[in-house]
């Protein structure tokens, strides 16, 4: 063939090289996004994917997953462009270079929406990904799991999709690749099923994915960790059996010492990991206790602030709910100071409420456990968060229960002296409540009483007739002579001075 037929050819094949590397080069930036939208790339990309050059395709492809992944929009218009099908056909027939192209494509639309992601599936992407994950190439594994994982993640329907192509089996067998970014990718896939329901989570049990992932819980590589800790979580959070299977491979205390890794992100999720355990039963919560895991939790709170502190403290609460001796196990461990502080010191309300919420569960079941938290000042703590007007409802809400049901159990009277004075009247009662439960047994404790001025601050309270408030104050007034109750009382200075106007009357 002569030169002069060939050479345009190979001039429009070098033109076509240029445009697509160029193209995905362009859509690296952000900046480059509209422009490139509105010169109708996605419409000159699409041919570009049949190209009889292999590299061409490929660039096309990396091209339009840029594209697609820098918005819903441009993922909208790939759909559009009748582009999935396209992909899904080459993915069973192409090189490595390409399937990894294209998986990314399909993994950039379906990120965006429940609604993409459907499309990606309709389109029949589900077997051709499956089909990846057999490859021998451990990058086309990895982009074919990443791209499952993010059709998974949107919502259970579709993530049973995934689960009946058959790819949970083959994730699991990925978990157990030799390469790191393969298992950490298989294993946030693996999350991203099991978070929906119980059944799904049971699918990834079945498949017997837990055993492998517990044994990178202390690998030194913190992202695979990451994913690892989310992923037992995520099984774990759904029923006392799914948490009963995390907890037989033997993750405790192992995965304490996640809470002390380096990296933020290995610490939470841990700490994830363990509340979803410990919010299952009694049984599985004094597991984690007898495995030093209450001490670890403390520690982890103390350490950390923000966000992250969340599951920690929320861990604590659901120790502390089941039984007074598990109660008195975070008290023993010093946990009531940091849930103290989140609860005073957080910026963000949702922490401070659940400091409130734990800090009531741990200390509503007997005297001792009140008088624990008392005695740290734990009650006007609650009270300043319930009446501050920049409090949430929610904050107030559960800062209001804690209190009632702290004070309801609290016998330690010289702490709940400051709660007279400042409590509104729907906590005032049960303060005051306590006080005429608590005096009538113990003459040494009327007496301080009278001393500290408790018993002034009672007549200074205006309690309705036929309150319950006001039987409660008649009750305390009742152990106490009636010139000692009336020298208390607010009015009694007015009524010597009337005394003395009468008695100085000719």
């Given at each position: 063939m002569s030169r002069a037929v060939l050479q345009p050819f190979e001039e429009y094949q070098k033109a076509r090289v240029t445009f697509v590397q160029t193209v995905a080069e362009l859509a690296t930036r952000p900046q480059n996004i509209d422009a490139l939208q509105s010169a109708g790339v996605m419409s000159l990309l699409r041919p570009l994917l049949l190209d009889n050059v292999p590299s061409i395709q490929q660039s096309a492809a990396l091209a339009l997953g840029r594209l697609a992944n820098y918005s819903d929009d441009l993922a909208e218009q790939v759909v559009a462009h009748d582009i999935l099908p396209q992909l899904v056909l080459s993915l069973a027939e192409q090189n490595r270079f390409y399937k990894k192209a294209a998986a990314f494509v399909l993994r950039a639309v379906a990120k965006h929406s429940a609604e993409l992601a459907q499309a990606v599936v309709d389109s029949g992407a589900l077997e051709a990904l499956v089909t990846c994950l057999e490859e021998f190439d451990p990058g086309?594994?990895?982009?074919?799991?990443?791209?499952?994982?993010?059709?998974?993640?949107?919502?259970?329907?579709?993530?049973n999709c995934v689960v009946e192509s058959g790819a949970i089996p083959l994730l699991v067998l990925c978990v157990q690749e030799p390469e790191l970014s393969l298992r950490r990718i298989a294993a946030s896939s693996l999350s991203d099923i099991a978070r929906h329901s119980a059944d799904l989570a049971q699918k990834v049990v079945d498949a017997g994915a837990v055993p492998h992932l517990s044994q990178y819980i202390n690998n030194p590589d913190a992202q695979l960790k990451r994913q690892v800790c989310s992923c037992l979580a995520q099984i774990a959070k759904h029923t006392v059996e799914l948490a009963e299977h995390v907890v037989e491979a033997e993750i405790f205390p192992r995965i304490l010492n996640c809470l002390k890794d380096s990296d933020m992100h290995v610490k939470k999720?841990?700490?994830?990991?363990?509340?979803?355990?410990?919010?299952?039963?009694?049984?599985?919560?004094?597991?984690?206790?007898?495995?030093g895991g209450a001490a670890a939790i403390v520690d982890y709170i103390s350490e950390v602030k923000g966000n992250p502190r969340l599951p920690g403290i929320m861990t604590l609460g659901y120790i502390g709910a089941f039984d007074e001796s598990l109660a008195m196990g975070v008290i023993v461990s010093k946990g009531v100071p940091p849930l103290k502080d989140a609860l005073k010191n957080e910026g963000e309300d949702h922490l401070k409420a659940a400091s409130a919420w734990s800090l009531g569960q741990i200390g509503r079941h007997s005297a001792d456990h009140s008088r624990a938290l008392a005695e740290l000042d734990v009650p006007n703590c609650l009270l300043?968060?319930?009446?501050?007007?920049?409090?949430?409802?929610?904050?107030?809400?559960?800062?209001?229960?804690?209190?009632?049901?702290?004070?309801?159990?609290?016998?330690?009277?010289?702490?709940?002296?400051?709660?007279?004075?400042?409590?509104?009247?729907?906590?005032?009662k049960y303060v005051v409540s306590q006080f005429a439960k608590t005096l009538p047994h113990d003459l040494a404790a009327r007496r301080t009483f009278v001393q500290s001025g408790g018993l002034q601050k009672v007549q200074?309270?205006?309690?309705?007739?036929?309150?319950?408030?006001?039987?409660?104050?008649?009750?305390?007034?009742?152990?106490?002579?009636?010139?000692?109750?009336?020298?208390?009382?607010?009015?009694?200075?007015?009524?010597?001075?009337?005394?003395?106007?009468?008695?100085?009357?000719?």
């Open positions: 086309v594994k990895e982009s074919a799991a990443w791209a499952l994982g993010y059709i998974g993640r949107h919502n259970g329907q579709l993530a999720n841990a700490a994830t990991c363990i509340r979803e355990i410990a919010k299952q039963n009694p049984a599985l919560a004094k597991l984690i206790v007898n495995a300043a968060a319930y009446i501050d007007d920049k409090s949430s409802e929610d904050l107030k809400t559960k800062s209001k229960r804690a209190l009632k049901s702290i004070v309801q159990m609290c016998t330690y009277l010289p702490a709940l002296e400051p709660l007279l004075q400042l409590a509104p009247p729907n906590i005032l200074e309270i205006k309690a309705p007739p036929g309150s319950k408030l006001r039987e409660y104050k008649e009750a305390i007034n009742a152990l106490y002579p009636p010139e000692i109750v009336q020298y208390y009382s607010p009015d009694y200075a007015e009524t010597l001075l009337k005394k003395i106007d009468e008695y100085n009357q000719p």
